[in-house]
């Protein structure tokens, strides 16, 4: 059964630049840099009938491009966990996830329960990785800030599972459209 999530890419020069700022340290896994992305909705396991069904309904959407602005760095989770850079919640990206929300609905799928926090996951740590390190890139990183880029389509992703991590799949491209400038959503 496929694993399924919707994202927005990260250019892979931004990607790069992002991961260039983390501890080389054991214990702490970097994203690889073609797997950064901005996840909108996680999905989880469905069947190839429900799959196809969310494939139709993403296709409905005609949302305007997203400008995507990184804006500071943190960290999910307790001894270890998750080292991410931030991303503006702008009007575009919220209007985009709820689209999605309600287009995933309307094929079967759960709300989240979650509340929508716009990141880029960087890196995984171990338990064992270094706490001091991990406070000291937090802290460095606060105020980190990329010029923006305008995210042209949003993609259903499928997630196999490795041995070494997740790899990702696109299955499908969907293409937003420019936004107009006397109305930008």
Known sequence: ????FVALETPRALADSLLATLPRER??????????HLTLRFVGEVDEDQAAAIDDVLATIAAVAVPVQ???????GRRGGILWAGVA???????????????????GIEP???PFHPHLTLARCAPHAPEPLLREWVAAQRELSCPPYLA???VLFESRLQRQ?????????FALRPADPDNPT
């Open 112 to 114: 989240e329960a979650r």
């Open 27 to 36: 214990g702490i896994r970097p994203t690889p840099a073609a797997q950064v």
């Open 152 to 154: 042209q389509r949003f």
């Open 165 to 173: 991590g997740a790899e990702h799949r696109c299955r499908r491209g």
């Open 70 to 76: 990184v804006a500071g760095a943190g960290r999910f």
């Open 89 to 107: 919640p702008a009007e575009p990206l919220l209007a985009l996830h709820g689209a999605i929300d309600l287009a995933l609905r309307d094929a």
């Open 1 to 4: 059964m496929p694993r399924l």
